[in-house]
């Protein structure tokens, strides 16, 4: 069974940092692409980040460009974005989702394979 596993949520001021980390276990891992997308209240979802398959490059939005950074750990067989500058417009559940065929082309499509729970970000002004 495959299982994304979102963690690392939570509240903090603006101007802080987080890190969110994506446990991925049941598939192969180095030959997904994974993707961190978010979805605040009321409003639809935004692709955020996105790391190829096996060589890790990376796409981003232009809304988190310079401030979030996304790697792949393939040992771990985890995914981070590491949040800094944060931001109240920030506030949202974030999710990550693999796929195997998925090259990371913008704009971002959110009809992957997998797909974790999320992990809720609020960011206070």
């Known amino acids: 069974e495959v299982q994304l596993v979102e963690s690392g949520g939570g509240l903090v001021q603006a101007g802080g940092s987080l890190r969110l980390s994506c446990a991925a276990s049941?598939?192969?891992?180095?030959?997904?692409?994974f993707l961190w997308f978010r979805q605040a209240p009321g409003k639809e979802r935004e692709g955020v980040s996105c790391?190829?398959?096996?060589?890790?490059?990376?796409r981003y939005a232009d809304s988190i460009k310079g401030r979030f950074i996304t790697f792949r750990d393939n040992g771990k067989r985890q995914i981070y974005l590491q949040m800094n500058n944060l931001k109240p417009e920030d506030t949202a559940v974030y999710y990550c989702?693999?796929?195997?065929?998925?090259?990371?082309?913008?704009?971002?499509?959110?009809?992957?394979?997998?797909r974790g729970k999320g992990t809720l970000v609020t960011v206070s002004s």
């Open positions: 989702a693999a796929d195997r065929d998925y090259t990371c082309g913008t704009p971002f499509v959110y009809d992957l394979e997998y």
């Open positions: 049941g598939l192969d891992f180095e030959r997904y692409s």
């Open positions: 790391i190829v398959r096996r060589w890790g490059e990376t």
